[in-house]
């Protein structure tokens, strides 16, 4: 089945630093999400993108969806220490738009 | 307006026990999917509920299994509770095929 790769696994950076983190994919997606997970909380919906090339922001965030269709992007501009929580790559997978494939997660801590 | 609540938040079981974990959708969402996130994994499907029927299974055991209600609310049970069953179970609800919300979950603990 389809398996979603993100890197890094972990970062650890300074408040005001930007951020960058993909997912990649053995297959094509149609959609890519990228969630956030707070601990102790269920996954936040930050952006969604469903065209090949799209660049989509979200105030500080910017995702995009890469030309493959095989992987995508997360970049966090001037981090601040609410960034701090893991960030999840997730679609549905072609064969089957009812359930989402999550990610492997990248963990963000922001030292001030 | 509500989003997606689940219950309880946090319960521990012993292994062989039963557990019910309870799903209310966000409102004016008619499918409800439940997810299974391992600690330092991500969330895995487990199934997805329409119109009172499971409409989609992922890769779990028939102990693993569900009820949707006509007011769309979701149950989640698992019979005969392993160690591995701990988990922090997630509910997702959304309204054909657009945005996916998920809960706060309902953290298991299987003692």
């Known amino acids: 089945g389809q398996q979603l790769n993100q890197s890094p696994q972990s970062m650890f950076i300074q408040e005001g630093e930007d951020v960058s983190m993909n997912c990649t994919s053995s297959?094509?997606?149609?959609?890519w999400l990228w969630y956030k997970q707070d601990p102790g909380e269920g996954p936040v919906l930050l952006i969604a993108?469903?065209?090949?090339?799209e660049l989509t922001s979200n105030g500080r965030l910017t995702a995009q969806f890469g030309i493959t269709r095989k992987d995508s992007f997360l970049n966090i501009s001037a981090s601040i220490p609410s960034d701090v929580g893991i960030y999840f790559c997730?679609?549905?997978?072609?064969?089957?738009?009812?359930?989402?494939?999550f990610g492997t997660g990248t963990r963000l801590q922001v030292f001030p | 307006d509500a989003g997606v609540t689940q219950s309880p938040t946090h319960l521990i079981k012993t292994r062989g026990q039963q557990v019910t974990l309870r799903c209310s959708p966000k409102?004016?969402?008619?499918?409800v999917s439940w997810y299974q996130q391992a600690l330092g994994q991500g969330p895995q499907f487990i199934f997805q509920y329409y119109e009172e029927e499971e409409r989609q299974r992922g890769n779990f055991p028939d102990r693993f299994s569900g009820h949707q209600f006509p007011n769309y609310s979701s149950e989640l049970n698992v019979n005969a509770l392993l160690l591995g069953d701990s988990a922090l179970y997630l509910c997702?609800?959304?309204?054909?095929?657009?945005?996916?919300?998920f809960g706060e979950g309902s953290w298991l603990t299987v003692v």
């Open positions: 993108l469903y065209k090949a090339g």
């Open positions: 409102s004016g969402h008619d499918t």
């Open positions: 997702a609800s959304s309204l054909g095929g657009n945005t996916i919300y």
């Open positions: 297959s094509i997606f149609n959609t």
């Open positions: 997730a679609g549905p997978p072609f064969y089957n738009t009812d359930k989402l494939i």
